[in-house]
C-alpha cells in the first residue's frame, strides 16, 4: 500500500494511505474478532512484511473502526452484556467516557502499540473525513448474528461517540502512539 500526504488531528500525524481508507461514501468492511490472545510477530509474505491480527500469524490486520464498538454487540447475550449496557446511556457525556474507557479501549490489552496506532490512524482518517457513516457502526446486521446493544437511532451522535473515543484512545495510548510514530511502519 502506498502512502500520500500527511494528515494531522490533534497533534498527531499520520500517514494517509492511498487505498479505500476513508473514502467518502465508502464504510469499512466490519471485522468481527473475538479472540482472546495477542501474539505480534512481524512476519514476511512474498517479502512483505505486515502487521498481523493479534491472535494470528497469517491474518492480515484490517485497523477497522468495529474494533472499538464491537464490544457492543450483544447477540446471543442479551441477558447478560444486554442487561449491563443498558446501564449506560451513550448520549449522556460521562456514561459514554465510562464505557469507553471500560469496553473501547482495548481493556484486556490484546493489541501492540504498532495495532493501536493504526486503529488511530483509521479513525483520525474516519474522522476527517466529511460525511463519513459512522451511524453504521452501530446498526444491526441479522445476517452476520450481530445485535448491537443501542442501535444506530439510539445514539444521537455517532460522529461525537468517535471523537470521544479518538480523544480518549489519545491520551491513554500517548506512550503506544509516540513509540509507533518514530517507527516506519512500511516494515510492519
Known amino acids: 500500500m502506498s502512502t500520500g500526504s500527511l ?17 467518502p461514501g465508502i464504510k469499512f468492511q466490519r471485522v468481527k474478532s473475538r479472540n482472546k490472545q495477542a501474539n505480534f510477530q512481524p512476519h514476511s509474505h ?19 473502526l468495529y474494533y472499538f464498538v464491537g464490544v457492543f454487540d450483544i447477540y446471543d447475550r442479551e441477558e447478560t452484556k444486554g442487561v449491563e449496557f443498558a446501564l449506560y446511556n451513550p448520549n449522556d457525556n460521562k456514561d459514554r467516557e465510562n464505557l469507553i474507557l471500560k469496553y473501547c479501549l482495548d481493556p484486556y490489552n490484546k ?5 493501536r496506532y493504526k486503529l488511530m490512524e483509521s479513525l483520525a482518517l474516519a474522522l476527517i473525513t466529511e460525511n463519513f457513516n459512522f451511524q453504521s457502526y452501530f446498526e444491526d446486521d441479522p445476517e452476520e448474528y450481530s445485535t ?41
Open 7 to 23: 494528515k494531522t488531528l490533534g497533534k498527531t500525524t499520520f500517514k494517509k494511505p492511498v487505498s479505500k481508507i476513508a473514502q
Open 46 to 64: 512474498q517479502g512483505v512484511k505486515m502487521l498481523f491480527h493479534p491472535s494470528s500469524t497469517h491474518i492480515i490486520f484490517d485497523a477497522n
Open 111 to 115: 493489541l501492540s502499540y504498532r495495532h
Open 148 to 188: 448491537m446493544a443501542w442501535d444506530e437511532t439510539q445514539i444521537a451522535n455517532p460522529r461525537g461517540f468517535f471523537e470521544d473515543i479518538y480523544n480518549l484512545a489519545k491520551a491513554g495510548w500517548k506512550d503506544d502512539l509516540q513509540k509507533a510514530s518514530l517507527e516506519d511502519s512500511s516494515t510492519w
